[in-house]
């Protein structure tokens, strides 16, 4: 079977794929019935032909499954790491005479497959190397994936999934909650692989591509690597791109990866070397902790000099003034950077920043701009005294032995704002249509003051729809949305109200007390909230204050007067009873690790500050990294699941 026949069979999924989209979601037709039936025929008659079939041909429906926990498997072969480099001459010397594969090292989640007859039978992730994650309803739903190959022997293979980082800016673009985007392509790909519902995985566009061939039964691979991959391309797979190479003209190869990562959609953070004698690689055998056949070569961070022209203050919704260097433009990674967060006043510190200072910048994981130190160290930066936006008072408050600048104005217009993007944010009330920048324009305008002037935006339709950026269209869904809005729990409205350490998770645990009676939840006493399972006292007294303001409570009033609140029906049963849990890392979901630990206490669960033999789940949004937690629980074969996994188990 010749390679142009799979790329035939993509070309025309494509097609197809681009048709049935404009036809059904974009109400516009780029080919006729006619010529789409014809282009259909054509597929499934090179599908028959080939045994080939796409995870996303249209001739297949992957019906969408859910789980309530993803089950572990030790792999056949354990998954070592490899030894690594960024000395080019060291990678020289590994490879020496000895023909070799160069392709990328994606940086993605590393994924197991195998085939049985000629179907797709089983993936599972990496995991710690020795045990993984079995997730095969989702890599059923990967965008590429082939589902059925023409091989009908016993395959395994591995490789990478990835997510783009094209589609990664979309799915954060949907995200109108700043705090609340993701980091970076492969923390989100990571918590897309292992869902534990496959439609999430499915509108997370992930991709596969193989990187190695474990086994093929009875199939003569001519003692290649290379022969290996190209076999696995006409079995439909994408593998990565790679480039022969020996020492001698490794420098060519070299140059053309370091130029092409500039332009490449997918992450990458460095290159694989691969002895393409399969015999001799595995003569050679391992270490404790590498094999021998391999080599990775990891790209220097890439560091620019350059002066420091200024420090922005950036209020957030909670008042929290954020710190941004902006400096003299620099090319890193191949795009021009100008500006990196400093995150806090206590990094402002540590750096002694000030302005004129020669700093050094880089992309921490090639993508976010970080400053990596302070070359002359001034310590001249003025702390502000008064917010950027409203010119009140900017206090430095110290949580948690770090320091950091808040404005004290509850009535500041960035906090308006910020207030607003958390009201019509996915997990509050989750109104599409309402990004920063038009809420910011409403404002403005004089459209709304509160929450409740939201639902009656429409009495502005005809000066909207004369708004750059609107029109007929656009209002008219904006008006679907918000009428879709109306249908709502109490908890959801808690939250979107943006009191003080008040998340989601805490406000389902506090509507669940009352019954979901709002009135009983403004009457109530701090000492009566405080002693909810998992609140607390400083919850209790952002609560109380919150309803204690009379302006407050006429705001909630006018807002629920628009409002259909349903009580959501909830499980008595305590899901966590006897679970050990351990929080590490940045949270994107939860406002603080506190949040988290309450919804987890609320289900009968327990946090705990170390990794042993008693937890049952570690809880990292980078499942992927070497942190010590990380490691003691991929030793201990503990789970490490995402926020998003672990929410979706609250929610069974």
């Not at 750096?351 to 700093?359: C, M």
């Not at 207030?419 to 997990?427: E, K």
């Not at 008219?476 to 918000?482: E, F």
């Not at 989601?504 to 009983?520: G, H, M, P, Q, T």
């Amino acid at each position: 079977m010749e390679t142009a026949a799979v790329n035939q069979i993509k070309e025309l999924v494509k097609k197809l794929n681009e048709a049935a989209k404009a036809y059904y979601q974009e109400d516009r037709e780029i080919m006729s019935n006619r010529e789409y039936d014809a282009l259909y025929d054509q597929l499934e008659k090179m599908e028959a032909e080939t045994g080939i079939v796409l995870a996303d041909s249209p001739t297949v429906n992957v019906g969408y499954e859910a789980v309530d926990a993803l089950p572990k498997e030790t792999h056949e072969s354990p998954m070592l790491s490899l030894d690594k480099t960024k000395d080019r001459e060291v990678l020289r010397s590994f490879i020496g005479t000895h023909p070799t594969l160069l392709s990328w090292k994606m940086d993605g989640l590393t994924i197991v497959l195998t085939y049985e007859n000629g179907e797709l039978q089983k993936a599972v992730t990496r995991g710690n190397g020795i045990v993984g994650e079995v997730i095969t309803n989702n890599a059923k739903v990967f965008k590429n994936i082939p589902l059925k190959i023409a091989y009908q022997g016993r395959l395994v293979l591995r490789g990478e999934a990835i997510i783009t980082y094209s589609d990664f800016e979309k799915i954060n673009a949907t995200i109108e909650d700043v705090d609340a985007r993701y980091k970076n392509p492969r923390n989100l790909c990571s918590g897309s692989v292992r869902q534990l519902n496959n439609q999430i995985t499915a509108e997370r566009n992930v991709r596969f591509y193989a990187f190695a061939l474990v086994s093929a039964q009875d199939e003569d691979m001519h003692n290649s690597r290379v022969y290996q991959m190209e076999w696995l391309k006409k079995q439909g797979f994408e593998i990565v791109e790679y480039r022969m190479v020996t020492a001698a003209d490794l420098d060519d190869a070299m140059e053309y990866f370091a130029h092409a990562i500039e332009q490449n959609d997918f992450p990458s953070d460095g290159l694989v070397a691969l002895y393409d004698d399969i015999a001799y690689g595995d003569s050679l055998g391992s270490t404790a902790k590498f094999p021998r056949n391999a080599f990775a070569f990891k790209w220097a961070d890439e560091i620019r000099e350059t002066i420091l022209r200024e420090i922005e203050w950036s209020p957030s919704r909670t008042g929290l003034i954020n710190p941004i260097a902006v400096f003299d433009p620099v090319e890193l990674e191949g795009t021009t950077v100008s500006r990196a967060s400093v995150h806090n006043v206590s990094i402002v510190r540590e750096l002694e920043l000030g302005i004129g200072d020669t700093i050094q910048v880089y992309k921490a994981n090639m993508i976010i701009p970080q400053i990596a130190e302070n070359l002359t160290r001034s310590g001249r930066l003025e702390i502000p005294h008064s917010c950027p936006v409203c010119g009140q008072e900017a206090r430095v408050i110290r949580e948690n032995d770090v320091e950091a600048l808040y404005c004290m104005n509850p009535d500041c217009v960035a906090k308006k704002i910020k207030a607003f993007t958390l009201f019509v944010s996915r997990d509050a009330m989750n109104i599409d249509g309402l990004s920063e920048a038009t809420l910011e324009k409403f404002i403005a305008k004089g459209f709304i003051h509160d929450f409740g002037d939201i639902f009656e935006i429409g009495r502005h339709r005809d000066e909207i729809v004369t708004m750059e950026g609107f029109g007929e269209k656009s209002f008219d869904n904006l008006m679907k949305s918000i009428e879709k809005a109306k249908e709502t729990t109490l908890a959801k409205v808690i939250y979107s109200l943006g009191i003080a350490n008040i998340g989601l998770s805490n406000a389902k645990v506090i509507c669940r007390y009352f019954d979901d009676d709002l009135e009983r939840i403004r009457t109530a006493d701090e000492e009566e909230i405080s002693a909810i399972d998992g609140i607390g006292p400083v919850i209790a007294r952002s609560l109380t204050g919150y309803f204690e303001n009379p302006e407050n409570n006429r705001k909630v009033d006018h807002l629920l007067s628009y409002l259909h609140i349903y009580k959501e029906e909830i499980s008595e049963e305590q899901i966590f009873a006897g679970m050990n849990f351990v929080i590490t890392g940045s949270l994107e979901h939860f406002g603080n690790r506190g949040e988290a630990k309450n919804l987890i206490e609320s289900l009968g669960g327990k946090v705990t500050g170390s990794v042993t033999g008693k937890t049952n789940y570690l809880i990292n949004n980078d499942v992927t990294s070497n942190s010590s937690k990380n490691k003691k629980a991929r030793e201990l074969g503990i789970p490490i699941l995402s926020e998003e996994d672990f929410l979706k188990m609250t929610e069974k």
